[in-house]
């Protein structure tokens, strides 16, 4: 059996490519997905479908980032006098996730409808025969433009938290590392091994400030493991799973003159853009510290 086709993860290269022509790979039934990736989507249900593509721009769920939302639009065939015999089929992109079956390929979970409400019934029954069930068909994806760009402030206030904090107490906390994060609208903190004081609060919001106002650069760069031990940073090389979909190197993101982190998310291009970043609190428990903030919308 053929081994399944990864989808390239176009936003990767490009974080402000909001729109992008692919072609579909397959489409089927939610139902039909299989029982560890029906898991993946909790609100997964009978009217839903799951689309893949070669390429995507939609961010999957994963790095504390949610994952983004959008269409998928396939255009309908032309009668032959310059218009078409019907509404272009639209796919409702809800949710987005990587594949725990298929290596690398990316799932997009979401329902068809139809360009205008009158057709909207019929769109949804046969949209996915309508232009998305025939492999090779041309779509057009496009992201929810005001969700990706909060998604992209919130991650990168997230790495700017975080190299605050280890500016400021890696060597006063002992055994001090960061952890993991999350960077959901409602629930973004950064934890680290140590206990950090909740004195702490007033310093890590300052040191926060002067990042978010210096805009320092924000950079995408692909490393293998020599230019992480070369920069001096052996102790953040990933290993070979979280290598990106046909990548041979590690994508990083650098805050320029702060942090470098292995990074799979999507970000502003300075750190300004981030806008007002505020540490809500510290949170300690069983010998780990949670900082968590939030990101004026």
Same mark, same amino acid.
């Given at each position: 059996m053929a081994a399944a086709a990864r989808t390239y993860l176009a936003f990767h290269?490009?974080?402000?490519? &909001?729109?992008?022509?692919?072609?579909?790979?397959s489409t089927r039934p939610f139902a039909a997905l299989e029982e560890a990736n029906r898991q993946l989507f909790k609100d997964g249900g009978d009217d839903d479908h799951v689309v893949i593509t070669a390429e995507t721009i939609f961010h999957p769920q994963?790095?504390?980032?949610p994952s983004d939302?959008?269409?998928?639009?396939?255009?309908?065939?032309?009668?032959?006098?310059?218009?078409?015999?019907?509404?272009?089929?639209? &796919?409702?992109?809800? #949710?987005?996730r990587?594949?725990?079956?298929?290596?690398?390929?990316?799932?997009?979970?979401?329902?068809?409808?139809?360009?205008?409400?009158?057709? #909207?019934?019929?769109? #949804?029954?046969?949209?996915?025969?309508?232009g998305f069930q025939q492999p090779g068909a041309s779509v057009e994806?496009?992201?929810?433009?005001?969700?990706?760009?909060?998604?992209?402030?919130?991650?990168? #206030?997230?790495?700017?938290?975080?190299?605050?904090?280890?500016?400021?107490?890696?060597?006063?906390?002992?055994?001090?590392d960061e952890l993991k994060a999350s960077h959901f609208p409602e629930s973004a903190g950064c934890e680290f091994r140590g206990t950090i004081?909740?004195?702490?609060?007033?310093?890590?919001?300052?040191?926060?400030?002067?990042?978010?106002?210096r805009a320092m650069p924000v950079e995408i760069a692909f490393w293998d493991a020599d230019e992480f031990r070369s920069a001096g940073l052996e102790r953040l090389i990933?290993?070979?799973?979280?290598?990106?979909?046909?990548?041979?190197?590690f994508r990083v993101v650098k805050i320029v003159g702060a942090e470098v982190y292995p990074c799979g998310g999507t970000h502003v291009d300075s750190t300004d853009l981030c806008g007002e970043t505020t540490?809500?609190?510290?949170?300690?428990?069983?010998?780990?510290s949670r900082v968590s903030y939030t990101v004026k919308p």
């Open positions: 290269h490009n974080a402000k490519l &909001f729109r992008l022509k692919t072609s579909i790979v994963g790095g504390g980032q939302q959008g269409t998928m639009t396939a255009m309908a065939a032309d009668n032959g006098n310059g218009s078409s015999a019907a509404p272009d089929t639209v &796919f409702e992109v809800r #949710a987005v990587m594949d725990a079956v298929h290596d690398g390929q990316v799932l997009h979970v979401g329902r068809f409808v139809a360009s205008t409400p009158a057709s #909207a019934s019929a769109s #949804a029954s046969n949209g996915a025969a309508s994806q496009a992201v929810d433009v005001e969700k990706r760009v909060y998604y992209s402030r919130l991650h990168t #206030a997230g790495h700017v938290l975080g190299a605050a904090v280890r500016h400021l107490v890696m060597d006063k906390v002992e055994g001090f004081d909740g004195a702490w609060k007033p310093e890590i919001q300052k040191k926060v400030d002067e990042y978010v106002g990933p290993d070979s799973s979280f290598l990106a979909p046909g990548e041979t190197k540490v809500r609190k510290i949170a300690r428990s069983k010998g780990v």
